[in-house]
């Protein structure tokens, strides 16, 4: 319980410093500037995503040898930060540098953290890691609240680089060299089931981190970082969607009967769809409501039309999770993958009409893009578990 609850404790911070870091970004550059950093961060967080999604749970159940993957996620990281540096060089701002390489730093932390949990480190260590989160949290409510003094501005961004590069200094992430051919490995003696599952996050999260950027060529970068303003306020309600999916796959693995299995999902799913919209509804109140306070005047114009489809793609996630969870405990990798790459190309489709549309329209297609998904997949489902039951076969 205990680990539990520094893991988590650790795993909110994150997130918490990660949207104090967006909203004070926002009120801090211009919104070309934000766009930039938006559009870096967006492959610095792939990276991450990647990280957690692929690795992140074999990391943890001790299945294969950490280090191989954190040593390339460091070299990863490294690369990404000098290359923060240079853009935010290239730019004439030094905040746009130090905000890129806080993006990097975050990444390689978060591989750090995964390393620790696998390690089942001692409660000394975990405390130390609770405390440098807490100062990474200090360090952006200060940056939080540098508004007009430039020197603060950079003094306090400053603190929070270096409290990001604590933990992957310290435990000498950056100095070692890294080990591709163990991800390679891995990969090769991973199961078809493993495989498939990591194929379908890389092709959902690739498309919903690459997807945008056909904003920037259509409506310019500043139009994308609002895009991504608003994709960052719904980020909460995405949050407290994925939250449930270890308690959703648990309650589901628990029953023997797949029969009881299939109900328990309808049964999340019937309470799923109200609360999903109650989040959406609720969130966009609060937001429209609060949006003046938390976006710049420069932002807010393109940023509260873009609200209603950010939010109502995050709410979709609450939809999705029971059928993601009885895919996971049936094993059913296929319908996954089928959905994903459906779904992901209708999205592409509705994007690309979208676009002469204006960016609202566009960003309305990006979210029945994801309601294509999840219907696609839910209906895959369906089939593959009336298949089953003709057939007689019990599921793997």
């Known amino acids: 319980m205990r680990r539990f609850a520094l893991t988590t404790g650790s795993q909110l911070v994150h997130a918490l410093v990660s949207f104090a870091a967006t909203l004070t970004l926002v009120r801090l550059l211009s919104p070309d500037n934000f766009g930039i950093y938006a559009a870096f961060a967006a492959v610095a967080f792939l990276i991450m995503a990647a990280n957690r999604g ?27 930060a000098t290359a923060g540096g240079l853009v935010g060089w290239w730019s004439g701002s030094p905040l746009l540098a130090l905000a ?18 696998a390690a089942r480190v001692s409660h000394g260590v975990d405390r130390r890691m609770l405390i440098a989160d807490g100062t990474r949290l200090v360090a ?37 060299p890294p080990s591709p051919s163990r991800v390679i490995a891995f990969m090769r003696r991973a199961g078809r089931f493993e495989a498939t599952m990591a194929v379908q996050f890389a092709v959902g999260t690739g498309a919903a981190q690459l997807l945008p950027f056909v904003a920037i060529a259509t409506f310019g ?25 270890p308690a959703m796959i648990g309650l589901i693995s628990g029953k023997r009967d797949p029969r009881e299995q299939v109900v328990a999902t309808a049964r999340l799913l019937a309470v799923g769809l109200p609360v999903a919209g109650l989040l959406w509804a609720t969130a966009l109140l609060v ?63 509705l994007a690309l009409t979208a676009v002469n549309s204006g960016l609202v329209a566009f960003a309305w297609a990006l979210a ?29």
Not at 225 to 237: E, I, Y
Not at 368 to 395: K, N
Request: proline share 4%.
């Open 54 to 80: 692929i690795f992140g749970e074999q990391i943890i159940a001790g299945n294969i040898d950490v280090r191989g993957f954190t040593d390339v996620i460091g070299t990863l990281a490294l690369i990404g």
């Open 287 to 349: 937001l429209e409501t609060a949006a003046g306070a938390l976006v710049p005047p420069n932002q807010l114009v393109v940023v509260e039309g873009l609200l209603a489809p950010a939010i109502a793609a995050a709410a979709l996630i609450v939809v999705g999770q029971p059928g993601g969870a009885l895919i996971r405990v049936r094993r059913y990798a296929g319908v996954a993958l089928s959905g994903q790459i459906v779904g992901v190309a209708i999205a592409w489709v």
């Open 100 to 117: 890129s390489i806080h993006a990097s730093a975050t990444v390689a932390t978060d591989a750090v953290r995964y390393e620790l949990m």
């Open 368 to 396: 029945i893009g994801s309601l294509a998904t999840v219907s696609i997949t839910y209906a895959l489902l369906v089939w593959r578990l009336l298949r089953d039951r003709r057939s007689g076969r019990e599921p793997s």
């Open 140 to 176: 952006g409510l200060l940056a939080l609240g540098a508004s007009t003094d430039d020197h603060l501005k950079v003094v306090s961004w400053s603190l929070l680089v270096l409290s990001s590069l604590v933990w992957p200094t310290v435990s000498g992430l950056f100095s070692r």
């Open 221 to 245: 970068i500043a139009e994308y970082g609002g895009l991504r303003v608003a994709q960052s306020l719904a980020a909460p309600v995405a949050l407290v969607a994925t939250a449930t999916t």
